[in-house]
Structure formats: structure tokens, C-alpha cells
């Protein structure tokens, strides 16, 4: 049933924000056979870089889970615009990869990117059981705190 997406965002008080323009030379998302790979999404909110610095000196870890979420949110946009804005053809989230700007010294990488992978389970269900990776690095573009890519597998 078309929409089951779209009601379940509803539902939760999630909206999918526009798709940013990318900032260097590449495309949002590649589609091959059924699957997208979503390009390494950074927290823009409403058009404007948000969370700017490193999780564990300017961000908390839960301030760095928000700024997953945020990333996660702009996957999903690029992945909706690439099927026509029809979420319902997503059959599986396949993997997400979290990057996490942070001090040498910082070991809760996997907690800030729960923070993606949580709302990707509350929006699809058992089809955003994914699997994963999240790593600590020195910088990110920008400054920002968290950059996420996707892979979505589709109708």
C-alpha cells in the first residue's frame, strides 16, 4: 500500500527535509540495479551546516546522536527524490556508515550513531535492520560533527 511511509513519518513528527546540493564534485546517490548508495550526508538543517565541531569537546554524546539523526534524515531525503518520493519502495536499508569528528581520545563512536540508526528503525520498521560502521576521525568536512551514508536496497 502505497503511503505506508509517508503515514508512519507522519505519525512520528518526522519530516524529510529537502535534498542538499552537493559541495564538491559528486552526486547525492547512485542508483545500480536495486540498490542506492547515498553519499556521506552532513547535518544540514534547513539549508545551513549545523553542529559544527567534535563530539566529546564542543558536543555531547547525545548532541552527536542528534546530529546522526540529522545526517540519517538527509539519507533518506536523497534516497526519497531518487525513487520519486515513494519511501514505500525501500525493501531494506543495507548498511549505514557513521563518521564521527571527535578527539583522538574518544571511544563512544557507536553510541553517536545510534543516533541514525535509531530513527532509520523507528521510520522503517524491520526493513531498517542495517549493518554498519562507525569510526572516529580527526576532522569532517566543515567541521561538522557526523557525516552518514546509506545503502537502501529497492523495488
Given at each position: 500500500?502505497?503511503?505506508?511511509?509517508?503515514?508512519r513519518?507522519?505519525?512520528?513528527?518526522?519530516?524529510?527535509?529537502?535534498?542538499?546540493?552537493?559541495?564538491?564534485?559528486?552526486?547525492?546517490?547512485?542508483?545500480?540495479?536495486n540498490?542506492?548508495f547515498?553519499?556521506?550526508?552532513?547535518?544540514?538543517?534547513n539549508?545551513?551546516?549545523?553542529y559544527?565541531?567534535?563530539?566529546?569537546?564542543?558536543f555531547?554524546?547525545?548532541?552527536?546522536?542528534?546530529?546522526?539523526?540529522?545526517?540519517?534524515?538527509?539519507?533518506?531525503?536523497?534516497?526519497?527524490?531518487?525513487?520519486?518520493?515513494?519511501?514505500?519502495?525501500?525493501?531494506r536499508?543495507?548498511?549505514?556508515?557513521?563518521?564521527?569528528?571527535c578527539?583522538?581520545?574518544?571511544?563512544?563512536?557507536?553510541?553517536?550513531?545510534?543516533?541514525?540508526?535509531?530513527?532509520?528503525?523507528?521510520?522503517?520498521g524491520d526493513?531498517?535492520?542495517?549493518?554498519?560502521?562507525?569510526?572516529g576521525?580527526?576532522?569532517?568536512?566543515?567541521?561538522?560533527?557526523?557525516?552518514?551514508?546509506?545503502?537502501f536496497?529497492?523495488?
Amino acid at each position: 500500500m502505497a503511503g505506508q511511509i509517508d503515514a508512519r513519518l507522519k505519525e512520528l513528527g518526522i519530516e524529510i527535509p529537502t535534498v542538499a546540493k552537493p559541495a564538491a564534485a559528486y552526486v547525492p546517490g547512485v542508483r545500480t540495479g536495486n540498490l542506492i548508495f547515498v553519499s556521506g550526508q552532513v547535518p544540514f538543517v534547513n539549508g545551513e551546516l549545523a553542529y559544527k565541531g567534535k563530539v566529546g569537546a564542543e558536543f555531547t554524546v547525545e548532541q552527536g546522536q542528534e546530529c546522526a539523526r540529522v545526517c540519517a534524515l538527509n539519507a533518506i531525503a536523497v534516497a526519497k527524490d531518487m525513487l520519486g518520493g515513494d519511501l514505500d519502495k525501500v525493501t531494506r536499508v543495507v548498511k549505514l556508515g557513521g563518521f564521527v569528528n571527535c578527539p583522538a581520545d574518544f571511544e563512544q563512536h557507536p553510541m553517536v550513531i545510534n543516533g541514525a540508526s535509531n530513527v532509520v528503525g523507528e521510520i522503517f520498521g524491520d526493513k531498517g535492520a542495517h549493518s554498519r560502521f562507525a569510526v572516529g576521525v580527526g576532522s569532517l568536512p566543515f567541521n561538522v560533527a557526523v557525516e552518514v551514508e546509506a545503502v537502501f536496497e529497492v523495488e
